[in-house]
């Protein structure tokens, strides 16, 4: 059960010690205090966890400062939308505003190599206005005997470089504890100059300890990759363990999923998912197309299928992606055939746009007449 507050009720409020002093005659319940910091408004919430099903519902929803009542389903009691409209969606981080609503577009390597191909793509990113980045220093490999990522090493300098080129935020995938403190001390030890969006990767899509580690860091944003062999039901109550470690602050990567079905693609795109997510969560939507597609093949019609796998994502609404690219993909040490050249970025970019524009004229044209129809009115 969540109780929601009207705006005027503060944390410590009369209001929340009198629902505090009701909910003591119902024993095992525990309770938990929960903001969301909005755009318009602070929402403050009370998560009742344990035997809630004696707790009557009316003579809580009629005490002074509720505004609501919800009664959730078990499931995702942090990231749901519960059928609550006003509930903040989305955050920001260092600038980058991630919501349902926006796009934005995190781009580079697989994994940090030399630090002129890190700079080259920075400095390139830069130029064609994009300040988030991807590339990760700790790399979960198939095989022992590939490369492994440099680890903590070469942070320093993929931060200062960052800073130096603008980037405000990079996508860095974390494999255990020890990796979430080392990124924060040595972002610490450069003066911050940019950020770190913590990536779950789909290996870890249910390492609980994990999940609760980046949960319970409140700084970093959380990417959680989607398990390459789990339900989206699976996913959700994955990413309900980085929220209930306190860090509401996750986007759900759609990464496709591991099925003989999708061949020749590396996983079957499972990006029809976008709209589905965003229904039952707050949480933004982010599409990854190249671990998706794993390879650069056209079509006859011209385009990659990394573009075609995207705009199937971007058409649908989602609202980030991830994308692999390199200054010289055949030389890369991680990832290099499915990885875009500069030139072809530009070119990913320039479709996005069409695609984008697209969505928004889908929306625009029929959202209107949806809601009338759904509404009666
Ligand atoms: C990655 O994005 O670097 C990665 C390893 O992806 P995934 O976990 O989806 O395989
Ligand atoms: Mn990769």
Redesign the pocket.
């Known amino acids: 059960m969540i109780i929601i507050f009207k705006t005027d009720v503060g944390p410590d409020g009369e209001e929340i010690t009198r629902i505090k002093e009701f909910l003591e005659n119902f024993p095992g319940v525990n309770l938990k205090l929960v903001e969301f910091e909005g755009e318009t408004r602070t929402v403050r919430e009370m998560h009742l966890i344990g035997p809630t099903h004696n707790i009557p519902e009316e003579v809580v929803g009629a005490m002074k400062g509720v505004e609501k009542v919800v009664r959730v389903s078990t499931k995702y009691r942090q990231i749901g939308r519960h059928d609550v409209n006003f509930v903040p969606v989305g955050f920001e981080y260092n600038g980058i505003k991630f919501d349902q609503d926006g796009l934005q577009v995190f781009a580079g390597p697989?994994a940090v190599d030399t630090p002129e191909n890190v700079e080259a793509t920075f400095k390139f990113l830069q130029s064609i206005g994009l300040t988030t980045a991807?590339m990760?220093a700790y790399?979960?490999r198939t095989s022992p005997y590939d490369f492994q990522g440099h680890g903590r090493e070469c942070l320093p300098w993929v931060f200062e470089l960052a800073g130096k080129y603008g980037i405000k935020a990079i996508a860095m995938?974390v494999l255990r504890e020890q990796h979430i403190d080392e990124i924060q001390e040595e972002l610490e030890k450069a003066g911050k100059p940019t950020g770190v969006v913590l990536?779950i990767?789909?290996?870890n899509a249910q390492n609980f300890e994990l999940l609760k580690q980046v949960g319970m860091q409140q700084e970093m944003p959380v990417l959680y990759?989607r398990g390459?062999g789990l339900t989206i039901e699976e996913s959700l109550n994955a990413c309900e363990y980085i929220a209930s470690g306190g860090n509401r602050n996750i986007i759900f990567c759609l990464?496709g999923v591991k099925s003989q079905m999708g061949a020749p693609h590396r996983n079957l795109v499972d990006f029809a998912h976008v709209p589905v997510i965003q229904r039952l969560t707050r949480l933004p939507v982010c599409i990854?197309p190249s671990?998706s597609v794993g390879s650069k093949d056209y079509a006859p019609n011209g385009l990659m299928d990394i573009f075609h796998v995207a705009a199937q994502g971007v058409i649908a609404g989602a609202n980030m992606i991830?994308v692999e690219c390199h200054p010289e993909p055949e030389s890369a040490w991680c990832d290099g055939h499915q990885s875009l050249t500069f030139k072809e970025l530009e070119q990913f970019m320039q479709d996005v746009e069409i695609v984008q524009e697209a969505f928004r004229k889908r929306v625009e044209v029929f959202s209107q007449g949806l809601v009338k129809e759904m509404t009666g009115e």
């Open positions: 697989c991807r990760g790399k979960p995938e990536q990767g789909t290996r990759k390459m990464r990854d671990h991830l």
